[in-house]
């Protein structure tokens, strides 16, 4: 069985930094693509950032690109998403997930954890 | 900056067929946007419920279906029930690895 389990969320001021994980099991984590997308509090979905398997190319959406950076590490089965610079807008549930296959990239996701709040506010 | 748009809200009646749509406000949508579909409900992670256009995730009833409708992609539920009183939310690949997902539709089953 497929489990995503994040963890890391919790209040930070604004221009802190914050790292979060996320780890996998019941799958070979290193063989796909895992993602982060977030929440704000009311708000729809917003695609973060991508980490190919093997950790070689990483995406970023504008609005984190820059303060944010994704990694892995295939030997811990586990995702991580380093956060600095951290601003009121990043409040969110931050959701890890998997990639349904093992190549592309597009967003196409079968598993989602279920997520971890990030709140920033002084 | 290109948007992707969704109906904000939509309603169905109790065993009815509904259709959303997810667009962009500049230009047509293709399959290689990649259209991907998931539903939430408050509270909860989301799921997935259609990627590639198409194709149904595992465990997806087939009431579900994706399509490409005009200069669209669709999201069809047949049937609707209940349970499926949710917010739809549509994502679209821009290319270069970025991703972008439509401001949601709320459904609501009457």
């Known amino acids: 069985e497929v489990q995503l389990l994040e963890s890391g969320g919790v209040l930070v001021q604004p221009g802190g930094s914050l790292r979060l994980s996320c780890v996998a099991s019941?799958?070979?984590?290193?063989?796909?693509?895992m993602y982060w997308v977030r929440q704000a509090p009311g708000k729809g979905l917003e695609w973060v950032s991508t980490?190919?398997?093997?950790?070689?190319?990483?995406y970023y959406a504008d609005s984190v690109k820059g303060r944010f950076t994704i990694s892995r590490d295939n030997s811990k089965n586990t995702l991580y998403l380093q956060m600095n610079s951290l601003r009121d807008e990043d409040t969110a549930v931050y959701y890890c997930?998997?990639?349904?296959?093992?190549?592309?990239?597009?967003?196409?996701?079968?598993?989602w954890g279920q997520g971890t709040l990030v709140t920033v506010s002084s | 900056q290109t948007v992707v748009t969704q109906e904000p809200s939509f309603s169905v009646s109790p065993g009815g067929t509904v259709t959303l749509t997810c667009g962009l406000s500049?230009?047509?949508?293709?399959?290689?946007?990649?259209p991907s579909w998931y539903q939430q409900t408050p509270g909860q992670a989301p799921r997935t419920l259609i990627y590639?256009?198409?194709t149904r995730s595992s465990g997806v009833p087939d009431r579900f279906s994706g399509s490409m409708l005009g200069n669209k992609a669709a999201l069809t539920i047949t049937g609707a029930q209940a349970d499926d009183e949710s917010d739809y939310y549509c994502?679209?690949?821009?290319?270069?690895?970025?991703?972008?997902f439509g401001g949601g539709t709320k459904l609501t089953v009457l």
């Open positions: 997930a998997k990639r349904a296959d093992s190549s592309g990239n597009d967003l196409k996701i079968d598993y």
């Open positions: 019941g799958f070979t984590f290193s063989s796909y693509a």
């Open positions: 980490i190919r398997g093997s950790g070689s190319n990483t």
């Open positions: 500049s230009g047509s949508v293709s399959s290689s946007h990649y």
């Open positions: 590639s256009t198409n």
């Open positions: 994502v679209l690949y821009m290319g270069s690895g970025i991703s972008v």
